[in-house]
């Protein structure tokens, strides 16, 4: 083999190794980056429990953790890691968290608090929920409340009857659907509603729009 081309394929070898290093590297830097957030975001939630005050997790964001969502088993075990939810579901917001949208209702208090959050990162989760999961909700003044999800239901994007606003306490958690579709834009939502373990709800079957 000519050693020109010998050259050549040392140095395209060579090229290749670094573009996978600087790869490996920012991987590895937005996944660290992911779990310090979580820690800021988990530090300030302690501060609210502790002084009922609202913290930034750092000191230029724009929202705030308002309360802690957790899954619940029917043996009263708890799946997988504790979500912190901030205010104001913007694009920003929900790359590092669910959020909610706010309303005209308090959280664990009375309306219909809406969460949103992505399908293949904190929502991904909301894959395996069935009617009947139990979901544990802690708000700033330290409360708890267990809600039961009573309906599962796949809406247009534009469909926004099930965001309204209502009197009585009610959990809608959203996120894109299909969980598997590689397509960052989806016209569809998953949304998964439960009202309070006390309030004794009916559960009713998963419907699906046409």
Known sequence: MPVQIRAHRHRIMLLVGIVAIVFLFKGGYMQAKAHFAQFLIEQAWSDTLNDGKQHKPWSWADTYPVAKLQFVSGQGQLQ??????????SGRNLAFGPATLMGANQLNGWGNTVIAG???????????????????????????????????Q??????????????DLQLTLVTCYPFDSLSAQSRWRFVVIAEPVAAKPQIQLASVAA
């Open 118 to 152: 992505h399908r293949d990162t904190h929502f991904a989760h909301l894959k395996g929920v069935q009617p009947g999961q139990l979901l544990r909700v802690q708000d700033s003044s330290s409360a708890t409340i267990d809600y039961r999800v009573v309906s599962i």
């Open 154 to 167: 796949i809406v247009a994007e534009a469909d926004t009857r099930l965001l309204d606003g209502q009197d």
């Open 80 to 89: 997988g890691q504790a979500l912190y939810v901030l205010a104001g579901a």
